[in-house]
């Protein structure tokens, strides 16, 4: 796996306008994960924050990179309170205002070690092989749907056809989000994901624990709410994964 390394870290101004880049001068390890899907209302926005928060939990200095317009992630963070331990937060998104380079924008503190990018919809083309170069991880969520199971059999071609994630060594993981595990399209999603080449990492049922916990600005690792122990269950075996201390793990289990 190739993890950046950068202190602090800078940008550039790509196609997917403000690219992380490493300095060379640098020896701090920064793990990027990306989370990504072309259709929208998959869930990005949930992962992409419940990881940044899990991270800040756990003591590591974690930086959130929101690229949708929509800018949720940055909505989600100006809610966290104070006594939470802090995220970094850019919004990627948005142009560099009057006397401001984009490198000065995009830079992140000098201790980062988890870096979330929180790509847009709808990305394809030059844009998202730009996010793909950038990434070690990256994590399709995938809703199940017979039109999110359509759209991100398509959006995978994407990723290794057109952004080689094979070639680049990259390595690619699917989560079904927001599941209800006795329902007949689970079922459907789950041949899918089977018939799939690359990981189905694990499943995030549907839960209202990630709304409530989303409004105070939270991951479900710092919330308490109902049946909390069974969430935080799921998304250990996506931290394994990422980390990559258990490629090994059985979603269904």
Not at 22 to 51: E, H, M, Q, Y
Not at 243 to 251: H, I, M, V
């Amino acid at each position: 796996m190739q993890l950046l390394k950068s202190n602090p870290i800078a940008a550039h101004n790509g196609p997917a306008g403000g690219l992380v880049v490493p300095d060379a001068a640098s020896a701090r390890t920064v793990r990027r994960v990306l989370v990504v899907n072309a259709k929208g209302g998959c869930g990005k926005t949930t992962i992409a924050t419940n990881l940044a928060s899990y991270y800040a939990s756990q003591g590591r200095t974690a930086a959130l990179l929101d690229y949708d317009p929509q800018g949720s992630s940055m909505q989600w963070l100006a809610q966290r309170a104070e006594q939470h331990r802090a995220i970094h937060g850019v919004a990627a998104f948005r142009k560099p205002t009057s006397g401001m380079t984009r490198s000065w924008q995009m830079r992140l503190p000098a201790e980062t070690e988890r870096l979330i990018l929180d790509a847009p919809a709808g990305i394809h083309g030059m844009p998202l092989i730009d996010l793909v170069r950038e990434s070690d991880t990256i994590i399709v969520p995938v809703l199940p749907s017979p039109i999110d199971i359509h759209a991100a059999s398509h959006f995978i071609k994407d990723l290794l056809l057109v952004a080689k994630v094979r070639a680049r060594s990259i390595r690619v993981g699917v989560v079904a989000n927001r599941v209800r595990k006795q329902t007949r399209i689970y079922l459907s999603l789950q041949r899918f994901l089977d018939s799939l080449n690359i990981p189905f990492v694990t499943y995030l049922r549907d839960t209202q624990n990630y709304v409530q916990s989303s409004e105070e600005g939270l991951g479900i690792h710092e919330w308490q709410g109902y049946k909390i122990r069974q969430d935080r269950q799921q998304w250990e075996k996506l931290i394994r994964w990422i980390e990559g201390e258990d490629e090994q793990d059985d979603p269904q289990r």
